[in-house]
Nanobody
Framework: QVQLVESGGGLVQPGGSLRLSCAAS????????MGWYRQAPGKQRELVAD???????NYADSVKGRFTISRDNAKKTVYLQMNSLNVEDTAVYYC?????????????WGQGTQVTVSS
């Protein structure tokens, strides 16, 4: 049983920044991959970024150079620093925690947090 609590979403102007946090609790292995996904209206859920327990990262091409994923293993928390936001970043952002050899669908999901980029 894993619980994921997300925070940090909200409304921001184009070019602005937000920092998302996701704290995991319950039966969470130290080896888990933690990541962020997003889903915009009319689109499928897509990977934004993920990070292994050792700190290896993976980013969608659309966010490289603008977003940074990090984690605090002691706190079992993953972060997503989002800079230079644009309207195409508007979506519900979901935290995901999975085993290192499992697909995201086998993992646990947060409730989602809305990010809206608008002037």
């Amino acid at each position: 049983q894993v619980q994921l609590v997300e925070s940090g979403g909200g409304l921001v102007q184009p070019g602005g920044s937000l920092r998302l946090s996701c704290a995991a609790s319950g039966s969470v292995s130290s080896r888990v991959v933690m990541g962020w996904y997003r889903q915009a209206p009319g689109k499928q859920r897509e990977l934004v970024a993920d990070i292994t327990s050792g700190g290896s990262t993976n980013y969608a091409d659309s966010v490289k150079g603008r977003f940074t994923i990090s984690r605090d293993n002691a706190k079992k928390t993953v972060y997503l620093q989002m800079n230079s936001l644009n309207v195409e970043d508007t979506a519900v952002y979901y935290c995901n925690v999975r085993g290192p050899y499992d697909p995201p669908s086998f993992g646990s999901w947060g409730q989602g947090t809305q990010v809206t980029v608008s002037s």
